[in-house]
């Protein structure tokens, strides 16, 4: 299609004709066609892995009684590992899943003994040889039931075309239906052709979302098996997280660097050569040099405010005596915005908790004052008790879910905002993941703007 024309002011864009219904044209769609052909292979490939399984299992059995039953054995698990990549990849591929490969093989030491203990040890291992035991019986049933629905689905659609081929050869006056030597039962072909059309055009609109159904199944499975385990994907991701918070830390210390630098230490270093000039002129020039002590008077003032604002910054005095409510209460008075502030809270949440949901509101806040043009913006936070099951940051020492604090910071702006990369709120949501806690921005343009945060609750 010629893009040009499309974005030439003088042609308007060309109006959409009608739209197919999803149903009908599920069955010529290309996932369609995916799905079923993975479960076409599926039967081949798990009869090799499944014979693949129960000769390494045999194998090392029967050479337990020798020393190289346990060798053979981690080859044969290694051996998994590998069928198990062509797995992920076929799934990938066809299905369009993306599974990462499992924890690597870490041994203790280098060596060939160390190498079969880890294999050994390697719990990835192990779940490659259950799916090549668990993938046979389940290929067999979806590659019968797959093929089978899918071939008599399309032979009844198309059968009122090649049944007036086969009919003059075979002499019919029609189908039979019934005959027991004696009387024979007939349909005429008009008949048959419309009832095995009808039916056949149901299974043939039904195929697609059978097969969608027998390939979840398969996507279960390869996730579940195939690659990592929650515990080294929960790894993964602490590691992740550490190099945020790391990263983190070293920007806020460049910025506390930075605005010392450049704030309180230009300025009580101006105030020291002030004072040392006023020193110099007291005994020469005394109401000169007390007019020079009464501006580093005002300079010291003003340093003393720089170092107060660095301090709140980091964390404010008010919030570690009085908590969330109060210190949220002044930062909201700072902002050139008016802001309404609404805090329900029957108890505090953990310290560092309380921390990152007032770095929070005060970034967010800072946006809105900054870049969006509001005229009046809201500071919601309340506590959500939350349900279903607990993650390893929501509960506490007894597995009792904690639940979750919810921020909602909105403001009635010019809108736009949003967490790309490269933005201010791109690195408050990375901050808010490294301690388990989620960023969301509805923003459309024009406004309004309403930005909810999460956070553990950690009590």
């Not at 009908?24 to 693949?52: D, Q, V």
């Not at 032979?155 to 239906?177: C, D, H, K, M, S």
């Not at 101006?270 to 000169?288: S, V």
């Not at 770095?359 to 936070?381: C, I, K, P, W, Y």
């Amino acid at each position: 299609m010629d893009t040009a024309y499309l974005a030439h002011p003088a042609h308007p864009p060309r109006p959409d004709g009608p739209r197919v219904p999803v149903g009908l044209r599920a069955p010529f769609a290309g996932r369609t066609w995916r799905e079923f052909l993975h479960l076409c292979l599926s039967l081949p490939i798990a009869c090799l892995t499944f014979g693949y399984a129960v000769t390494v299992v045999a194998l090392s059995a029967g050479l337990l009684i020798t020393f190289l039953g346990v060798p053979v054995l981690a080859g044969g698990l290694a051996g998994g590992r590998g069928l198990g990549a062509l797995e992920r990849a076929r799934a990938r591929a066809l299905l369009g899943l993306q599974v990462a490969a499992p924890e690597p093989l870490r041994p203790a030491k280098p060596g060939l003994m160390a190498w079969v203990g880890a294999v050994l040890k390697s719990g990835a291992s192990w779940r490659h040889l259950l799916y090549a035991f668990l993938v046979f019986p389940w290929a067999l049933f979806a590659f019968v039931l797959a093929v089978t629905f899918w071939t008599v689905g399309w032979a009844l659609l198309t059968f009122p075309l090649w049944f007036w081929l086969v009919r003059p050869y075979a002499g019919l006056p029609g189908v039979q239906l019934w005959g027991d030597g004696t009387t024979v039962l007939y349909v005429s072909p008009t008949v048959a052709a419309a009832v095995s059309g009808g039916v056949g055009l149901l299974m043939v609109l039904a195929g697609p979302w059978l097969f969608r159904g027998l390939t979840q199944v398969d996507r279960l499975l390869v996730r579940g098996l195939l690659g990592p385990s929650s515990l080294a994907t929960r790894v993964i991701e602490l590691e992740s997280d550490r190099g945020v918070v790391v990263d983190t830390a070293a920007a806020d210390l460049r910025r506390i660097e930075r605005d010392l630098h450049d704030g309180a230490q230009a300025r009580l270093a101006a105030l020291a050569l002030d004072l040392g000039l006023a020193k110099e002129k007291l005994a020469q020039d005394p109401r000169a040099a007390a007019a020079m002590v009464d501006e580093a008077h005002g300079e010291v003032k003003i340093a003393l405010q720089e170092l107060r604002d660095l301090a709140r910054g980091i964390h404010p005095a008010i919030l570690t005596d009085r908590g969330l409510g109060p210190a949220l209460s002044a930062l909201a008075g700072r902002c050139p915005v008016p802001v309404a502030v609404e805090v329900d809270l029957d108890r505090r949440p953990a310290a560092a908790i309380e921390g990152m949901a007032y770095f929070t509101v005060s970034e967010l806040l800072r946006n809105v004052a900054e870049h969006s043009g509001a005229d009046h913006a809201a500071v919601d936070v309340w506590h959500h008790e939350g349900g279903g099951p607990a993650g390893p940051s929501d509960t506490g020492g007894g597995g009792r879910r904690a639940g979750r604090l919810m921020l909602l910071v909105s403001d009635d702006g010019r809108g736009g905002a949003s967490t790309a990369a490269g933005g201010g709120l791109a690195g408050l949501a990375e901050r808010l993941a490294a301690v388990d806690g989620l960023l969301a921005v509805d923003s459309p343009a024009g406004g309004p703007t309403v930005v909810t945060a999460e956070l553990p609750w950690r009590g």
